[in-house]
């Protein structure tokens, strides 16, 4: 059930174009990342509304394809 | 209403904080879950946990009952509140633990 890094940044930057994204495999097994997003859709959000755009732009891969993925997202500075 | 929904509205109403994990407190099956345990035991509250893998139509009901695709999930007094992420993003800013205290949360005694 791996997804390789390139692969969840793609699909981010497609939903949000302007993202800008960190991703670190956690574990170095293609399977627990931790991803920090920034972007300015997220912003006058809530944390939930937040990463549910994240989620979203992921396509129900969370919790399914993608187990372990740590999010936190901010607005741009 | 489905009767997942209704159960799950049950839930979140019946009780003030509300953990839906994997596993229990005591033997959480996922590090997210064991995590989101950890946060709420240092906030110093009471909470029910309601294990989603002793119940397929819990586990399966409150991804769309919240319309949140993981699992562990927070909610206190009957509103989502979010995940493990959010939840470690509120514990160390505060955040957290202002909520449990402005919805006038019991401490655990």
């Known amino acids: 059930m791996a997804m390789p890094a390139a692969e969840i940044e793609a699909l981010i930057k497609a ?3 302007d993202a800008e994204i960190e991703i670190r495999d956690l574990a170095g097994d293609g399977d627990h990342y931790a991803a920090h997003v920034v972007s300015s859709a997220f912003a006058g959000k809530g944390r939930v509304q937040q990463h549910k755009l ?7 891969r969370m919790g399914g394809e993608l187990h372990a993925l740590q999010l936190t997202t901010a607005v741009p500075n | ?6 159960r799950l ?3 979140v109403n019946d009780h003030d904080v509300v953990l ?3 596993g229990t407190p005591l033997f959480p099956q996922c590090g997210f879950s064991s995590r989101a345990v950890a946060i709420l035991e240092h906030c110093g509250i009471d909470f029910e946990s309601v ?19 993981t699992i562990p999930q927070l909610y206190v ?19 957290l633990q202002q909520l449990l205290t402005e919805k006038d949360v019991a401490k655990a005694s």
Do not use: C, H, T
């Open chain 2, 77 to 95: 007094k009957g509103e989502f509140v979010g995940g493990s992420d959010i939840m470690m993003e509120m514990y160390e800013s505060g955040e």
């Open chain 2, 51 to 69: 294990d989603v893998l002793q119940d397929m139509e819990i586990r399966q009901g409150i991804k769309a009952f919240s319309d949140w695709p």
């Open chain 1, 15 to 17: 939903a949000l174009p």
């Open chain 1, 54 to 60: 994240v989620y979203e732009a992921l396509g129900g």
């Open chain 2, 20 to 22: 839906f994990m994997k």
């Open chain 2, 9 to 11: 509205s049950r839930i």
């Open chain 2, 1 to 6: 209403m489905s009767d997942a929904n209704e």
